[in-house]
């Protein structure tokens, strides 16, 4: 199931460009048509992303395009997020961070999953 819930209408995030997560076999083609958006993806607003990034390796993730989270990258980033989520953080990004983490740890060693993270709609 999608999980589109921060651009509710009327919240702050409604108009707000997104960053697409989700969970795919290794090398899956994800081309975000009808048929290729993965079952379970999860969108977060480009401001919250932002946020996120600030604080972790998702820093790195250019979030204009499509890229690729191997188990390793998954695993670092599960540790940072579960730091994150201790420290006192406004609703919006412990919500987002939340999210994010109950993705990256559908990543795990032997499953053939990567996390595919794609803001290229996104400016």
């Given at each position: 199931?999608?999980?589109?819930?921060?651009?509710?209408?009327?919240s702050?995030f409604?108009?707000?460009?997104?960053?697409?997560?989700?969970?795919?076999?290794?090398?899956?083609?994800?081309?975000?048509?009808?048929?290729?958006?993965?079952?379970?993806t999860?969108?977060?607003?480009?401001?919250?992303?932002?946020?996120?990034a600030?604080?972790?390796?998702l820093?790195?993730?250019?979030?204009?395009?499509?890229?690729?989270?191997?188990?390793?990258?998954?695993v670092?980033l599960?540790e940072?997020?579960?730091h994150l989520m201790?420290?006192?953080?406004?609703?919006?990004?412990?919500?987002?961070?939340?999210r994010?983490l109950?993705?990256?740890?559908?990543v795990?060693p032997?499953a053939?999953?990567?996390?595919?993270i794609?803001g290229s709609?996104?400016?």
């Amino acid at each position: 199931m999608h999980d589109d819930s921060f651009r509710t209408p009327g919240s702050p995030f409604e108009q707000e460009p997104v960053v697409a997560f989700a969970v795919v076999p290794v090398g899956a083609v994800v081309d975000w048509s009808d048929a290729g958006t993965p079952a379970s993806t999860l969108w977060i607003p480009v401001s919250l992303f932002d946020e996120l990034a600030e604080m972790t390796s998702l820093g790195v993730v250019d979030r204009r395009g499509q890229s690729r989270l191997d188990v390793d990258a998954c695993v670092a980033l599960e540790e940072e997020l579960m730091h994150l989520m201790a420290m006192p953080l406004p609703d919006e990004p412990r919500t987002a961070a939340r999210r994010v983490l109950a993705r990256v740890r559908e990543v795990r060693p032997g499953a053939r999953y990567e996390l595919v993270i794609d803001g290229s709609d996104a400016g």
